[in-house]
């Protein structure tokens, strides 16, 4: 960015988005250019700094510090990514799916109970008429 241009004014590259408000948060980054970045020595915020190690960028760095030293190699690292990709990934779902499950068992519970109201209604009804009636 400009030295010029005001601190929280402009942005050199825009490599995301973070939306907390959806139920898990929806995160949209581009990995490679956000990678890069960080490798490029960019310091990320802590929040910033949550977001990229819950994608795994952080993660990619730290492993490809290990491939520099020779610790391991490149498809080594890899690997190792991609099943803690998937891991992440079945975890992700799995929340998804029991937020779904509770969901529809709060609105079955939900239908139960007006159902239950309704009844009891109808049968307040049904005698004031009976009453009426007689």
Known sequence: ADSRAPRDGRFIERIGS????TNPATIS?????????????AI???????ILSREGVMLMKHLQGG??????????AQKRFDAWKAEKDAKIE?????????????????LEE????NE????AVAKKKAEIAA
Not at 29 to 41: D, I, S, Y
């Open 29 to 41: 980054l581009n990995f490679e250019r956000a990678l890069h970045w960080v490798n490029c020595g």
């Open 114 to 117: 007006e159902a239950k109201k």
């Open 94 to 110: 799995a929340a998804k799916a029991n937020l779904a499950n509770a969901k529809s068992a709060d609105q079955k519970k939900r």
């Open 120 to 123: 009891a209604k109808a049968e």
């Open 67 to 76: 491939v520099k030293k020779g610790a391991f190699d490149e498809a080594e």
């Open 18 to 21: 973070y939306n907390p408000n």
């Open 44 to 50: 990320p915020t802590d929040t910033v700094r949550n």
